[in-house]
C-alpha cells in the first residue's frame, strides 16, 4: 500500500513540476530577451535549490538561468564560506558563532516545518542562543526560505525515513531460456526491502543485484526451462541472503543461521548448483 502511495506522490510530484516548467516558459515568452538581473538573495536561494540536482536535471528544469550559471553561484557560495581575508574575526569577537550558524542551518533543513521561534528554542535547548531576527537574516542569507515555505513540500529524504518499515522497491531483470520451442525471454520480478538496505537509493541496490545474480550465477547456466530457472535463481537467492558476505553491509551475512558460532569444529563446504555457489561454515564439535 506504501508503495503504491509513493508511487502516487512520485505521479503527482512529476505533473506539478511540468505545470511549473510550462508557467516559467510562459513568463520567459513575456519578458522576452531581456536579461534577468537576479539579487545576492535570489542566486543564494537559486544556488541552494540547484546543487543537490547536478547539471543534467538542472538543464532539463532550469529556465531563469543556465545550469552552469546556478553552479557557479553555489561554487561561489561555497567559496565565500571558507574565504577567511573576507570573514576573518576582529579582536574580542565571540568565536563560537560560526558553530551556532552551522547548527542552526542544519536543524532547519532537517526541520523545514519549523519557524524562528522553534528552532531558537532548539538551540537554547543545546546552550545556543541567537536571537530571532538574526535567525531570520542567517537563513535568508543561505537561501533557506521561512517555513510557511519551506513546509509546504515534504522531502522524500524525510518521506522515505518515516516508511522505512513499510516502503519496499520492486523492479525485474530479463533472462534468455531454452526450451522445445526455442529460446524465450523471462522476466524475473524481485522486491527489496528499504530497512533492510538503510539508504532511501535503492536503485543502486537493485542494480547491484541484478548484476550479481547474473555475474555469479546465470552467466555459467544454461537455463532449461522456467522450472530450470526459477530452482536456479532461488538458490542463488538463498545463497544471497544467509550465506554471502555484503560488502554494502559491513562484509556481514545480512540473514546467517541462528546460534552462535563455532569456531572449534571441523570446517566443510556447503555447494549449491553442483558448487557454482560455495559457502564454508564449521560443524558443531
Known sequence: ????????????????????????????????????????????????????????????????????????????????????????????????RDDRVGQLLTIA???????????????????????????????????????????????????????????????????????VGGLVRYLVLFVIELKTRRSPNLNAFAERFVRSTKQECLRHIVPLGERHLRQTVGEFVAHYHSERNHQGLGNVIPFPAPGPPDDSGPIRCRERLGGLLSFYERNAA
Open 1 to 96: 500500500m506504501i508503495f503504491l502511495v509513493a508511487s502516487w506522490l512520485g505521479r503527482q510530484q512529476g505533473e506539478a513540476i511540468e505545470y511549473l516548467r510550462a508557467e516559467n516558459r510562459v513568463l520567459r515568452g513575456r519578458l522576452g530577451p531581456k536579461r534577468l538581473r537576479f539579487t545576492d538573495t535570489e542566486r543564494r536561494l537559486l544556488a541552494e535549490k540547484g546543487r543537490p540536482l547536478g547539471r543534467r536535471r538542472l538543464a532539463q528544469v532550469a529556465s531563469l538561468a543556465t545550469p552552469e550559471t546556478i553552479l557557479r553561484w553555489y561554487r561561489e557560495k561555497v567559496a565565500a564560506k571558507y574565504d577567511g581575508s573576507l570573514a576573518r574575526p576582529a579582536a574580542g569577537r565571540d568565536r563560537s
Open 109 to 179: 533543513r532537517e526541520n523545514p516545518s519549523w519557524g524562528y521561534t522553534r528552532l531558537r528554542g532548539a538551540l537554547t535547548n543545546l546552550g545556543l542562543d541567537l536571537g530571532r531576527s538574526t535567525i531570520a537574516r542567517i537563513l535568508k542569507d543561505n537561501g533557506i526560505e521561512p517555513a510557511p515555505l519551506r513546509g509546504k513540500t515534504l522531502p522524500w529524504k524525510t518521506f522515505l525515513k518515516a516508511h522505512l518499515d513499510a516502503i519496499a522497491a520492486a523492479d525485474f531483470f530479463s533472462v534468455e531460456v531454452l526450451t
